[in-house]
């Protein structure tokens, strides 16, 4: 393998690393912080007993969860593989 092939190797691996990293952070992050923000600032406020308040923000977290893997899902099966030259 020269040079260029193995910079243009390690750019690529490194592109995908960062892909996954970042679909990591928010399939991790953005369901917690919908969990508490949601109830916080929509279900607490607008009266909710405190059991009713976390059902509702864990089902909002948990579709956000979903929504997050099914764009991660989505990603890793449309991007293109690149064609092999030999």
């Known amino acids: 393998m020269n040079q260029p092939d193995r910079v243009g190797q390690e750019l690529s691996d ?3 690393f960062r892909t996954v990293f970042y679909y990591c952070i928010i399939i991790i992050a953005l369901p917690v912080i919908t969990f508490f923000g949601s109830k916080l ?5 607008i009266g ?8 509702y923000s864990a089902v909002s977290s948990i579709a956000v969860l979903h ?3 099914g764009l991660y899902i989505y990603r890793a099966y449309s991007e293109t593989k690149p064609s092999k030259q030999d």
Do not use: E, K
């Not at 909710?48 to 059902?55: D, G, I, P, R």
């Open 48 to 55: 909710l007993s405190s059991v009713s308040s976390n059902v």
């Open 14 to 16: 490194l592109r995908l």
């Open 67 to 69: 929504i997050a893997l």
């Open 41 to 45: 600032l929509i279900f607490d406020s």
